[in-house]
């Protein structure tokens, strides 16, 4: 079975550029989330989607970063301008989702972007 | 609101010693708890969750976990550990299977030869 795909695995950029994310999900999974990892700090949830909807977006910075999965699979995350302080490892993860005992399904993570802003 | 806090975030132990890596969370509701893994330049995978049920977890790679109510506690246990088992291990807690999972800073395992 095909893990969580992420590209690319590494960018340098400058602050104030722009830079996209994508994640492929494994097949069949309803429910991506993409995490944002700190040197030094663990995982902490930028936007979780079920489908093409969003569940979860409470702690992302919606004033420089948006994410879509318009179809419902694949998914990107985008930042618009960047910032020094966004350097970290962008991780995405997957799972079957559903509501009830399918709630309870695990997570799958991809290997990660690590992003530095300098 | 729910917390989770790794104390301690280095941790060398040598090979074929037992380790513990303690993890303490705070929550106004039920919650579940994970323990990932996290090998260098890789993603998270899961080691073992708590849902319901027996407080004793066992997972994969000999780890296992015992969940305290009492104590608001998961401490990660392994009899012996291995080279291999080198990483950071991330304790995480959730109000509800993986919605809203918040994770610990993590604590690095270093296992000395």
């Known amino acids: 079975e095909a893990g969580v795909a992420q590209s690319p695995r590494y960018k340098i950029i400058e602050k104030r550029q722009s830079v996209a994310f994508w994640c492929n999900p494994i097949s069949g999974h309803a429910t991506l989330y993409w995490y944002q990892q700190i040197l030094g700090q663990g995982p902490k949830l930028l936007i979780q989607f079920q489908n093409n909807g969003v569940v979860d977006d409470s702690q992302l910075p919606k004033d420089r970063f948006s994410a879509e999965r318009l179809k419902g699979v694949d998914s990107t995350l985008k930042i618009q301008p960047a910032k020094l302080e966004d350097s970290a490892v962008y991780l995405c993860a997957s799972s079957l989702g559903g509501t009830g005992l399918l709630k309870n399904t695990e997570a799958f993570f991809g290997q990660g972007t690590r992003l530095t802003v300098v | 609101a729910q917390s989770v806090t790794q104390l301690d975030s280095q941790v060398p132990v040598f090979e074929e010693a037992p380790v513990e890596l303690r993890c303490n969370y705070s929550?106004?509701?039920?919650?579940?708890l994970f323990w990932y893994v996290q090998y260098p330049n890789q993603g998270l995978q899961l080691l073992l969750k708590?849902?319901?049920?027996?407080?004793l977890v066992k997972g994969i790679n000999g780890f296992e976990a015992e969940f305290n109510k009492s104590q608001t506690s998961f401490h990660l246990r392994k009899p012996s550990v291995h080279i291999s088992d080198t990483a950071e291990y991330f304790c995480?807690?959730?109000?509800?299977?993986?919605?809203?999972?918040?994770f610990g800073t993590g604590t690095k395992l270093q296992v000395i030869p």
């Open positions: 708590y849902l319901s049920g027996s407080t």
């Open positions: 929550s106004s509701v039920s919650v579940y």
């Open positions: 995480a807690v959730s109000p509800g299977g993986y919605q809203k999972v918040t």
